[in-house]
């Protein structure tokens, strides 16, 4: 059997390259699919970039969405599997997506998805608490404008009441991302970490705080890192991507479903807030049930290896 081209990399040349990776091949695909976007959309981005910001217009918010696909393609998916290509011949081994695990470990990760939510709303709410002092006042207002902008559009992206467009944004927001970001930041950049740092708890959270960032919605950071974290040590654990890509999968799946619902008046739109609540027992308990399923995985995971 051939070597990998780049079997014989050093950990932080691997990093380097893939960093590298990452760049070009969003570069190259995010290029062509504006070549595309011409006789797709008959529309011109080299000439003019206005009509991204009309979020009012159906056909903006269509263009927006090959987009994001487009994104979600050229930054997550494509580079990590060219790097298990050229890492080690076989992209489905090197991201562990040849590995798939028993049906109570997804059983158990479902669960966690749900208990978690105390959690999460509360990170949510504390990180939206924040304030800068009044030196970095600038900082803050450049954040706040941002997340802003990021809610405009993600409230954009929801507002589909027809089954087609349901079946876009699950694509969109729910399937691509769970895949996409699982292969990059755990499957490609947390074992880079580990493999470099020899620390499989600085790369986890490092890799976490970088999928948090990511996002570009600073007033959400927090509880993103928290569940980057967890993902990270579901990975590790189990030694499947498949499981984090799963519980990815129910976190994002969850919001298009119950916002779709909702827009239908199937359901009330108080369901959109599920989970949310200031009672310090609820969320302490949702901090140690989560805990403890979590231990349950651990050990069930360790059991088969």
């Known amino acids: 059997m051939k070597r990998a081209l780049l079997m ?31 006789p797709l959309f008959k529309v011109n981005l080299f000439n003019s970039l206005a009509i991204l910001d009309d979020y009012s217009d159906p056909s903006s918010i269509a263009l927006l969405k090959y987009l994001q696909i487009l994104q979600t393609f050229g930054l997550f998916i494509v580079p990590p599997l060219l790097a298990g290509y050229f890492f080690e011949r076989n992209s489905p081994s090197y991201l562990r997506i040849d590995r798939p695990s028993r049906p109570v470990i997804y059983l158990m990760t479902l669960v966690i998805m749900f208990v978690t939510l105390p959690l999460v709303n509360w990170m ?36 589909a009441d027809t089954f087609g467009g349901f079946t876009v944004n699950f694509i969109m927001i729910a399937v691509l991302p769970a895949i996409g970001e699982e292969f990059l930041f755990r499957g490609l950049l947390q074992r880079l970490f580990h493999e470099w740092i020899k620390n499989i708890n600085v790369a986890i959270f490092l890799s976490a705080f970088l999928f948090g960032a990511m996002h570009f919605q600073f007033y959400g950071i927090f509880p993103r890192m928290m569940l980057g974290v967890m993902f990270g040590y579901l990975f590790y654990w189990t030694g499947s991507l498949w499981i984090p890509i799963f519980a990815h999968f129910i976190n994002n799946a969850s919001a298009v479903i119950v916002s779709y619902l909702a827009q239908k008046g199937q359901i009330n739109d108080s369901w959109e807030n599920f989970g949310a609540t200031d009672n310090l027992l609820l969320i302490l308990g949702s901090t140690l049930f989560t805990g403890f399923v979590l231990y349950l995985i651990f050990r069930s995971a360790r059991q088969d290896r």
């Open 8 to 38: 014989d990399l050093t950990p932080f040349t691997r990093l380097v390259f893939s960093v590298l990776l990452i760049i070009s091949s969003f570069l190259a695909v995010f290029l062509l699919g504006i070549l595309l976007a011409i």
């Open 124 to 159: 949510i709410s504390v990180n939206e608490g924040m304030h800068f002092p009044a030196i970095l006042k600038g900082i803050e207002t450049w954040m706040k404008s941002t997340e802003e902008e990021a809610a405009n559009l993600t409230t954009a992206f929801m507002n």
